[in-house]
C-alpha cells in the first residue's frame, strides 16, 4: 500500500522525493473533473453502512470557543474504521472538483471553529466506541487501547478500578483521546512525563486518502510523528494504545504567592529541573483581584499558618502562585498497590514515596514565597484531576458556561518570560477576573521530536494561557469585544518582538501567518500533507489549507518544487 511505503518515500533523496511528490500532485490535479454534482446528492448516492445524518446538526456547528457557528452539511456516527475510511475515500475520488471537506469532532472543544466543517461531514468520534477500552497490565509498561473518541475522565475512571492511571494529562478531562493528542496535551505532569502526545505508544488513523493505517515508533513513524500534534491534518485518529503507570491514591496540593517575577520563575525552574519527588507543577498570575486567599479556603485549601494568612492582603497587586502537587498513598499498605506482588520493604516506588513526603518540606524551605500565603490541601487522586469539572458545574448553575472563550495559549521561550510578563501583565492585562491567566515552565528534553507540534526552540519554554469567559451582551472589559481586542495587542507585541513565541491550539487566518508559525517544520509539514491528504479534506476549521484555494497552493507548490 501507498501508505505503509511512506517510510521509505521520506527517506529518498530530496530530488527523489520532489519528483513522487510532483507526479502525485499532477495525478490528482489533472484528473479529469466529473460532473459536478451537489455536495449532498454527493453524499446520498454513496453505498454506505454508517449513520450519516443531515438533521439535527446543531451540535457539530458550535464550539466550547462559542464564537463560530458554521453548519456542516452531514454528521457521520461511525460503527467502524471502516465507515470514516469509506466516507473519506469517496470524497478523496471526487479529485479536486469536490469542495467536500471532512471534519473530526472530539469534545468540540475547540476555541476557533478548530473541529467544525462548514458544508462539510463532521464525524462525531464521541459516539465511537470502538474498541472497547482494554487493558494490558502484564509486563514493566501497562497500556490501555482505546477508541480516540475516548473522553480522558473515562480513561481515568476505569484505569484506577486497576489501580493504574494515564501519566500525563490537561488540566480538564471531559476533551477526547484524538482532540488532545492533535494539539499535544499540556498540564502540570508535563514537565515530568512530557505532553500527552509523548505517552502514546501506536496509533489507529484514517489518512485524508481513506487508508486505514497502524502506526507507532517501530511502523510508520512519520505519519506516526505526523498526526501527533498535527491539529487533524494528516488523518482521524481512531484507536490509540496510551501508556500508564501505577496509580496513587492521594494529593498534596500546594498554593503558594509571589510578589516578585524573578524569585517566582526561578523557584518554578529550579523545581522542574530538580524534578525532586513533585509530580505537577503549574502556576498563574493574579492581577487586581480581592478575596483570594477566602476563595482558596472556601475549594478546601488550608493556609499553614492560619493567623499570618490572615495578615495578608492581596489587593491591587500582581501576585504570581505556585502550584505544585505530589501523589501519594495514604497507607503503606495501599503502597503495595504499586508494587504489585512485591512486599512492601522491597517496593522501590514505596519508599520513593515515603521519600517524597519528607523530601518536599525540605523542598518547600527552599523555595522563596511569601512565607504567609502558603496554603496546602489533601484531595482522593481523581478528584484533584478532575478539579475543573467542579468549576465547570459552578459556572454552569448560572449560565455561564456556554458563553464565549476567547482563549488565547503561548509558549514563551526562556529568555523572553521577563520582557514579555514586563509589558503583558503591567500594560496590556489590567485584571484576570475573566479567568485564569496561567504561567509555569516546560522542558523541552522531555517532548519528543519529529512530531508536527511546534514549540520553541529554547530547552526551557513557558506556557502562559489566557482562559478568558466573555460576559454575554457586556460592552465593558468583560464583554467579547474587549477580550478579543486585549488579545489582539497580546499578539500584536508578540509578532513585533521577534522574542520566538509560537502560538500553541494556533489559529491564523492566512497561509503566510501559519507558515510563519511553522517556521523551519513548515515544508515538512507541507509534505506530509501532500502524502496523507493531498486534497486538503480533512480539518479545514484550522484554515491551514482552504480547500477552494488549494488546486492554487498545490500548483504554486508544483512551481516551486520544479524550480
Ligand atoms: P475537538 O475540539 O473536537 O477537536 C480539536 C481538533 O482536533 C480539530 O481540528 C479536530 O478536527 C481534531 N480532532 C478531533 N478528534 C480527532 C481525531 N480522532 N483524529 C484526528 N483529529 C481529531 N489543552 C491542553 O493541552 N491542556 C489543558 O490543560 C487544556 N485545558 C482545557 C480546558 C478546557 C475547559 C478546554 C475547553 C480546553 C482545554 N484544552 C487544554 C484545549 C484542548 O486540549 C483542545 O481544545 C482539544 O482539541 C479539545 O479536545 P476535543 O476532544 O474537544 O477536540
Known amino acids: 500500500m501507498f501508505i505503509s511505503q511512506s517510510n521509505k518515500l521520506f527517506s529518498l533523496k530530496p530530488l527523489v522525493f520532489k519528483i513522487l511528490v510532483v507526479v502525485l500532485l499532477s495525478i490528482t490535479i489533472n484528473r479529469e473533473p466529473c460532473a459536478t454534482p451537489t455536495r449532498r446528492s454527493l453524499l446520498e448516492t454513496m453505498l454506505f453502512e454508517g449513520n450519516l445524518s443531515f438533521n439535527n446538526m446543531e451540535h457539530a456547528s458550535r464550539d466550547f470557543g462559542n464564537r463560530y457557528h458554521l453548519m456542516p452539511l452531514a454528521v457521520l456516527y461511525p460503527k467502524s474504521a471502516s465507515n470514516i475510511a469509506h466516507i473519506i475515500k469517496h470524497v478523496f475520488e471526487q479529485g479536486l472538483s469536490s469542495d467536500l471537506t471532512v471534519a473530526a469532532r472530539g469534545h468540540g472543544h475547540s476555541l476557533e471553529g478548530q473541529a467544525l466543517a462548514p458544508g462539510g461531514v463532521v464525524v462525531d468520534m464521541e459516539s465511537y466506541k470502538s474498541p472497547a477500552m482494554t487493558f494490558h497490565t502484564a509486563g514493566k509498561h501497562p497500556y490501555v487501547d482505546v477508541s480516540a473518541g475516548e473522553l480522558w475522565i473515562n480513561i481515568l475512571h476505569e484505569s484506577v478500578k486497576r489501580g493504574l492511571t494515564p501519566k500525563s494529562w490537561t488540566d480538564y478531562l471531559h476533551l477526547t483521546v484524538g ?159 504499586f508494587c504489585g506482588p512485591l512486599p512492601f520493604p522491597t517496593c522501590p516506588r514505596a519508599h520513593t514515596r515515603r521519600f517524597v513526603m519528607q523530601e518536599v518540606d525540605s523542598l518547600l524551605a527552599e523555595l522563596s514565597y511569601i512565607r504567609s500565603t502558603l496554603f496546602v490541601s489533601e484531595v482522593p487522586y481523581v478528584d484533584f484531576l478532575d478539579r475543573v469539572h467542579v468549576s465547570e458545574m459552578k459556572l454552569r448553575e448560572n449560565q455561564l458556561w456556554d458563553v464565549p472563550h476567547p482563549w488565547l495559549n503561548l509558549l514563551v521561550p526562556r529568555s523572553s518570560i521577563h520582557g514579555f510578563a514586563h509589558q503583558v501583565f503591567n500594560n496590556i492585562v489590567k485584571d484576570t477576573s475573566n479567568g485564569p491567566v496561567l504561567i509555569y515552565p516546560l522542558n523541552k528534553s522531555r517532548w519528543r521530536n519529529g512530531t508536527s507540534l511546534v514549540t520553541p526552540e529554547e530547552e526551557v519554554f513557558y506556557l502562559v494561557a489566557f482562559l478568558s469567559s466573555a460576559v454575554p451582551s457586556s460592552t465593558g472589559r468583560d464583554g467579547l469585544d474587549a477580550i478579543v481586542a486585549r488579545n489582539r495587542r497580546i499578539v500584536e507585541f508578540v509578532g513585533g518582538s521577534n522574542l520566538g513565541i509560537k502560538q500553541y491550539l494556533p489559529h491564523y487566518s492566512t497561509t503566510h501567518e501559519w507558515r510563519a508559525h511553522f517556521g523551519s517544520k513548515w515544508e515538512v509539514f507541507l509534505r506530509r500533507k501532500m502524502l496523507y491528504d493531498p486534497l486538503a479534506i480533512l480539518a479545514p476549521g484550522q484554515r491551514i489549507f482552504p480547500k477552494p484555494n488549494f488546486k492554487n497552493t498545490s500548483k504554486s507548490i508544483l512551481t516551486r518544487l520544479h524550480t
Request: proline share 3%; hydrophobic share 40%.
Open 179 to 337: 482532540g488532545t493528542l492533535s494539539n499535544a496535551g499540556i498540564s502540570g505532569q508535563a514537565f515530568r512525563h512530557g505532553p500527552q502526545i509523548n505517552n502514546v505508544y501506536r496509533l489507529r488513523v484514517v489518512t485524508g486518502r481513506g487508508d486505514v493505517v497502524s502506526c507507532s515508533d517501530e511502523e510508520n513513524a512519520d505519519l506516526f510523528n505526523a498526526v501527533l500534534g498535527g491539529l487533524g491534518q494528516f488523518g482521524i485518529m481512531t484507536e490509540a494504545r496510551i501508556a500508564l503507570e501505577p496509580a496513587p491514591t492521594k494529593v498534596k496540593w500546594m498554593r503558594a504567592l509571589y510578589s516578585d517575577f524573578t524569585t517566582f520563575t526561578n523557584d518554578q525552574e529550579r523545581l522542574i529541573s530538580s524534578g525532586k519527588g513533585l509530580d505537577y507543577l503549574e502556576g498563574f498570575v493574579v492581577i487586581n483581584r480581592s478575596g483570594l486567599l477566602n476563595n482558596w479556603r472556601l475549594s478546601s485549601f488550608n493556609p499553614k499558618d492560619a493567623a499570618q494568612a490572615q495578615e495578608f492582603r492581596s489587593e491591587g497587586r500582581i501576585l504570581f502562585c505556585l502550584e505544585l502537587a505530589m501523589y501519594f498513598n495514604k497507607e503503606d499498605v495501599e503502597a503495595v498497590r
